[in-house]
């Protein structure tokens, strides 16, 4: 998720943990742990494009990093604060919760998640939150500002905002996991009507929303991708085929950042040419604007042939081509109206 939302959660989860004795310490510490894991942007100095990929949500995400890190910053904490009335274990406590919701929460999106670094490379994606989203984060930074606010020495300390922007995020991932298994089973039976065999299918949620889903249906030869909302009245779901090509790879698979890509993927990619390079795209991060344009190219490219061309790779397709009338479009969109 966004680094906002890791220091509201933080902070709110500081608060419940150590509001009462700590006060604002505790939020303070509680926002730092949270924001801790992502240290791995520091990589991006020395690593190429392509190793960022799997530095980013690499170890820092482990559950390793967390059973080493918690005890470290506790020792270290409790030193600090040694005349608070909060022991080492209730710090180790509090630090092992904060980096291990962090944990948790960045898996719930489609980036993919290191858990289990450096024993196994596998990426845990659940596919179930975009990187930001609003009905997330504002609930959780309006409680850790009346925590801010109200902790001061005079005043009584109470977690009823904490408990209700997490009984709001409880209710809004629940609603947002009841929404994907609608929409893939709606994407099964188009599937199926259709006669295609699918090998693999995913969704995960557009922009900022839980009620637009971005599809992609991996098929022997290419995919289909295509979007649909819960709101959509017609049961077939629009999907375009696209050709993976992976051919074309030929000439330069034996090449580190092509091996990087390939496994950040999960396979789910494809190569297109273009005039002076060989474009590998990664699927997963939907297509710019391609709830209103069927053809639209995807958010994630890498240039094969310009390397140096690959800067902000997640980040510069995501939100390309927006504006105020694309806006317009894409709130119709979600409202299950196509134009």
Same mark, same amino acid.
């Given at each position: 998720m966004d680094s906002l939302t890791h220091i509201a959660l933080g902070a709110c989860v500081g608060g419940l943990l150590g509001g009462k004795l700590l006060?604002?310490?505790?939020l303070f510490w509680g926002a730092a742990a949270q924001s801790l894991p992502d240290i791995d942007f520091l990589a991006g100095?020395?690593?190429?494009?392509?190793?960022d990929l799997l530095a980013h949500r690499g !170890?820092?995400?482990?559950? %390793?990093?967390?059973? =080493? +890190?918690?005890?470290? &910053?506790?020792?270290?904490?409790?030193?600090?604060?040694?005349?608070?009335?909060?022991?080492?274990?209730?710090?180790?406590? !509090?630090?092992?919760?904060? %980096?291990?919701?962090? =944990? +948790?929460?960045?898996? &719930?999106?489609?980036?993919?998640?290191?858990w289990w670094e450096p024993f196994s490379h596998h990426r845990v994606s659940g596919n179930l939150l975009f990187v930001a989203d609003p009905v997330i984060t504002l609930p959780l930074l309006a409680a850790a500002g009346w925590l801010f606010f109200s902790l001061q020495r005079d005043r009584p300390f109470s977690i009823r905002p904490v408990v209700v922007a997490f009984l709001v995020c409880f209710t809004y991932l629940s609603l947002g996991l009841f929404s994907k298994m609608r929409v893939?089973?709606?994407?099964?039976e188009h599937c199926k009507k259709s006669n295609l065999q699918p090998l693999r299918y995913f969704t995960t949620p557009a922009p900022f929303t839980s009620l637009l889903w971005y599809c992609v249906v991996d098929v022997e030869s290419g995919f289909y991708v295509g979007y649909r909302s819960v709101l959509d009245r017609g049961a077939d779901v629009l999907l375009t085929y696209v050709p993976k090509q992976d051919s074309l790879l030929a000439g330069v698979h034996h090449r580190e950042d092509v091996q990087h890509l390939i496994r950040f993927s999960k396979g789910y990619y494809v190569v297109q040419s273009r005039s002076d390079s060989l474009v590998f795209s990664d699927l997963r991060f939907g297509q710019q604007m391609g709830w209103a344009f069927t053809q639209a190219p995807f958010s994630f490219y890498y240039f094969l042939q310009h390397p140096g061309q690959n800067?902000?790779?997640?980040?510069?397709?995501?939100?390309?081509?927006?504006?105020?009338?694309?806006?317009k479009n894409y709130v119709a969109r979600i409202l299950g109206k196509a134009e």
């Amino acid at each position: 998720m966004d680094s906002l939302t890791h220091i509201a959660l933080g902070a709110c989860v500081g608060g419940l943990l150590g509001g009462k004795l700590l006060r604002r310490k505790a939020l303070f510490w509680g926002a730092a742990a949270q924001s801790l894991p992502d240290i791995d942007f520091l990589a991006g100095v020395w690593c190429t494009p392509a190793e960022d990929l799997l530095a980013h949500r690499g !170890f820092t995400h482990s559950f %390793l990093f967390v059973v =080493l +890190l918690a005890p470290l &910053l506790a020792l270290g904490v409790s030193r600090l604060h040694s005349a608070e009335r909060f022991s080492f274990v209730r710090w180790m406590i !509090f630090f092992f919760v904060e %980096l291990l919701l962090h =944990l +948790l929460l960045d898996a &719930l999106n489609v980036y993919g998640t290191g858990w289990w670094e450096p024993f196994s490379h596998h990426r845990v994606s659940g596919n179930l939150l975009f990187v930001a989203d609003p009905v997330i984060t504002l609930p959780l930074l309006a409680a850790a500002g009346w925590l801010f606010f109200s902790l001061q020495r005079d005043r009584p300390f109470s977690i009823r905002p904490v408990v209700v922007a997490f009984l709001v995020c409880f209710t809004y991932l629940s609603l947002g996991l009841f929404s994907k298994m609608r929409v893939e089973r709606a994407l099964q039976e188009h599937c199926k009507k259709s006669n295609l065999q699918p090998l693999r299918y995913f969704t995960t949620p557009a922009p900022f929303t839980s009620l637009l889903w971005y599809c992609v249906v991996d098929v022997e030869s290419g995919f289909y991708v295509g979007y649909r909302s819960v709101l959509d009245r017609g049961a077939d779901v629009l999907l375009t085929y696209v050709p993976k090509q992976d051919s074309l790879l030929a000439g330069v698979h034996h090449r580190e950042d092509v091996q990087h890509l390939i496994r950040f993927s999960k396979g789910y990619y494809v190569v297109q040419s273009r005039s002076d390079s060989l474009v590998f795209s990664d699927l997963r991060f939907g297509q710019q604007m391609g709830w209103a344009f069927t053809q639209a190219p995807f958010s994630f490219y890498y240039f094969l042939q310009h390397p140096g061309q690959n800067d902000f790779l997640i980040q510069r397709g995501r939100l390309a081509g927006w504006n105020r009338h694309s806006f317009k479009n894409y709130v119709a969109r979600i409202l299950g109206k196509a134009e």
